[in-house]
């Protein structure tokens, strides 16, 4: 199993944004602006089944998340692995996540409106490191 390494955890553990590149249907990758957490194995990024970045994880578990430090742009982590999709736990993630990033209690009402809670399927999606890339001073 690879780790990330200590020299760049604080940067799942700050909430800097994310950017998470997945593969559409016709090959192109499609990047994401994310939010996400480590949950000391997989990195983890929530969002829907019907979003674009959503429906190309369910086709292709691939994806790749690159994290750059807002303090030195020169740092970053790129991590390239495969991608294991749940439901459960989603919302109160998805939560977490908003309380983290925002400060906010809840997405669906303070983030987004909450009739868009029942338009949607939330997901997990656990990204578990096959390859990380780090900064040329970190190699």
Not at 32 to 48: A, E, H, K, P, Q
């Amino acid at each position: 199993m690879i780790t990330i390494p200590d020299s760049h955890i604080d940067l799942l553990q700050k909430p800097i944004h994310a950017v998470l590149t997945t593969m559409m249907p016709d090959g192109q990758p499609q990047s994401s602006l994310v939010w996400c957490d480590y949950d000391g194995t997989c990195v983890r990024v929530n969002t829907t089944r019907q979003r674009q970045k959503g429906k190309n994880m369910q086709a292709n578990p691939k994806a790749t998340l690159l994290l750059i430090d807002p303090n030195n742009s020169s740092r970053f982590l790129e991590i390239r692995g495969q991608v294991e999709i749940t439901e459960a736990g989603a919302l109160a993630h998805l939560d977490e996540l908003t309380r983290h990033y925002t400060g906010k209690r809840h997405y669906y009402g303070h983030i987004f409106p909450v009739e868009q809670k029942e338009k949607e399927t939330r997901i997990i999606c656990k990204l578990t490191p096959k390859k990380i890339t780090l900064d040329a001073i970190h190699k």
